[in-house]
């Protein structure tokens, strides 16, 4: 396994901007999670996938939130009109069923 | 609401061992535990499943309370690898959505 890639690492933007991440999974992990972490704090969860289906949201995700796994391979989540209560290391998981949950290195945005 | 950690934060010399506990107030399907360094991501440890037994690999190991709904983190002979913040992480059953805990810092040190 190469494990669970996420791009870009690190993204800048502006209050305002859309931005849109991207998350590989493990090959062959049907379930697919994104978490939200905040300096000194533990990863909250988002959303989660059991392949292309979207079966949770958390209350977190507002409006401006919206994920996508459309081949249930890789999934992308995008935020648009940033705010900078925004900014934050955006985690995602994956796991084959109700297994271990093997996260990527993050992505860690930054609202200006 | 989240697991409450205990303690929040603690330093050790190497070789010494140290229990990290984690508490919620939920009915609980499982226990996941984690170890995150500074800038990195959650690197899973161990998971404790309702029903299981305790489990550990060399140095680390774990239990789970289910009457309780309380989970405990040991770690004997500590080394300088096993610095960084410890979560556990709670699944009240069903899609293994994880509610991760207030964390733990460990530092150990020469």
């Known amino acids: 396994d190469t494990g669970v890639s996420q791009n870009p690492r690190h993204k800048i933007t502006k209050r305002g901007q859309n931005v849109t991440f991207r998350c590989d999974p493990i090959?062959?992990?049907?379930?697919l999670y994104w978490y939200r972490q905040t300096l000194g704090q533990g990863p909250e969860f988002l959303t989660y996938?059991?392949?292309?289906?979207?079966?949770?949201k958390s209350r977190l995700l507002s409006d401006r939130f919206s994920a996508e796994r459309p081949k249930g391979s890789f999934s992308t989540l995008e935020i648009q009109r940033t705010e900078q209560g925004d900014s934050a290391m955006y985690l995602c998981?994956?796991?084959?069923?109700?297994?271990?949950?093997?996260f990527g290195p993050g992505t860690r945005l930054l609202v200006l | 609401q989240q697991p409450v950690q205990s303690p929040q934060a603690v330093i050790l010399r190497e070789g010494e061992d140290a229990v990290i506990n984690c508490s919620s107030s939920?009915?609980?399907?499982?226990v996941h535990w984690y170890r995150q360094k500074h800038g990195e991501a959650p690197v899973f440890l161990m998971i404790?499943?309702?029903?299981?037994e305790q489990k550990g690999h060399e140095k680390i190991s774990a239990s789970f309370n289910e009457k309780k709904q309380q989970s405990s983190l040991y770690l004997t002979a500590s080394q300088l690898s096993y610095s960084g913040t410890y979560f556990c992480?709670?699944?009240?059953?069903?899609?293994?959505?994880?509610?991760f805990g207030t964390g733990t810092q460990l530092k150990v040190e020469l």
């Open positions: 998981a994956s796991s084959k069923n109700s297994e271990t949950q093997y």
């Open positions: 090959s062959e992990h049907n379930r």
């Open positions: 996938f059991q392949n292309e289906a979207q079966l949770e």
């Open positions: 939920k009915a609980l399907y499982s």
């Open positions: 404790l499943l309702k029903g299981g």
């Open positions: 992480g709670t699944e009240e059953g069903g899609g293994n959505k994880l509610t």
